[in-house]
């Protein structure tokens, strides 16, 4: 008889790490966390962690002679500024590894006759902006809107989403009989902001860095132009995202990708939050043209009016709320 259990892969990494701390305290299920590295001690003893490979093919097969996965939350990925520097690797964790856990889900929903839920993070790096003036012109992306990623990861993401709505609609279309086909959901996230963990390898990463190298007392010089808006995010409001769309019921969701965002700035309205909490960090600007180049393509807000309408989406924390009583006081106590 295999165990119930939900599965969460890239579990070392920050939205990981924060949905473990959520899931193992509101779920109901076990949860099975797998990523290429440990997790920190303080959440080993709140699931079953196994230290793997999601390309390795052995290893998924063995865990699915053990397992009924309930829900699969897929975040292993390598984020957009590492998967530049090594595309065809990023081409085979997020696409490969994406493409081995879909067929995971697509094989237990058809076993078991019930849909595994498969929750899959997308990014704004799906959106390709031409230039600064169609950004500014067109500040409030729609999903379907500059679909033109110019990145690895972006790339990607795009592709994954559509794998994960064939899985979920059109797998094994010419066959006879329709399997039970798994149930695909993605949301594509602003920049996010973790009080506790820090990024590496994403071009989002300036905020959260300033951020925690202010607190540190460390300078800090930003990759990117004073006036580069992003939208950004706590990172709590991202993992209550995740569980909301997951629990929404099937009929109510009208696309299968929904974007969802909390507040929209500039690196220099960033370094002013920043500034405000910490009067004495020293935050320069020193931009770097390639890196630059890849914020000037994604868009300065989401729409996410769908997520709003469809699952009734909103953010916790706004921008005043994320850094007073989310990020400066969790980060103060994370280094005193
Ligand atoms: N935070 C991601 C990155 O910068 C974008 O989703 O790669």
Not at 52 to 72: K, M, P, Q, S, W
Not at 199 to 218: F, I, R, V
Not at 295 to 312: C, F, I, N, Q, T
Request: aromatic share 10%; glycine share 6%.
């Amino acid at each position: 008889m295999r165990k119930k259990a939900i599965l969460i892969t890239g579990a070392s990494g920050e939205i990981g790490q924060a949905l473990i701390s959520n899931l193992s305290q509101t779920g109901s299920l076990p949860l099975l966390s797998l990523d290429l590295h440990s997790l920190p001690q303080e959440l080993m003893s709140r699931c079953t962690h196994i230290v793997g490979d999601v390309l390795d093919h052995n290893l998924l097969a063995r865990l699915v002679t053990e397992y009924e996965f309930e829900a699969i939350y897929h975040l292993a990925a390598l984020l957009s500024t590492r998967s530049e520097y090594s595309p065809e690797l990023a081409h085979q964790v997020n696409v490969d590894g994406t493409m081995a856990l879909l067929q995971v889900a697509a094989e237990q929903s058809q076993r078991r006759g019930k849909p595994v839920t498969f929750i899959f993070p997308s990014s704004i790096a799906a959106y390709g902006m031409p230039n600064l003036v169609v950004k500014a012109r067109d500040a409030r992306v729609k999903e379907w809107q500059w679909n033109n990623p110019t990145t690895m990861y972006g790339c990607n993401k795009l592709y994954c989403e559509q794998l994960g709505i064939y899985y979920s609609k059109h797998y094994q279309q010419l066959s006879a009989t329709r399997p039970t086909m798994l149930d695909f959901r993605s949301l594509r996230f602003p920049g996010l902001i973790s009080a506790y963990t820090t990024p590496s390898g994403g071009t989002t990463d300036y905020g959260p860095e300033m951020l925690h190298a202010a607190a540190q007392g460390k300078p800090y010089a930003c990759f990117v132009r004073e006036d580069t808006v992003l939208p950004f995010m706590a990172m709590t409001d991202a993992v209550n995202a995740l569980l909301k769309l997951a629990a929404a019921p099937a009929g109510s969701l009208s696309h299968a990708i929904y974007n969802v965002t909390s507040f929209s700035l500039s690196a220099a309205d960033f370094r002013d939050q920043v500034l405000r909490a910490f009067p004495d960090a020293q935050i320069t600007f020193e931009p770097d043209v390639q890196r630059q180049g890849i914020v000037d393509s994604w868009p300065a807000e989401l729409d996410d009016s769908a997520a709003r309408y469809d699952w009734g989406w909103e953010p916790e924390y706004g921008l005043q709320r994320a850094f007073d009583e989310y990020l400066v006081p969790n980060i103060r106590r994370r280094y005193s």
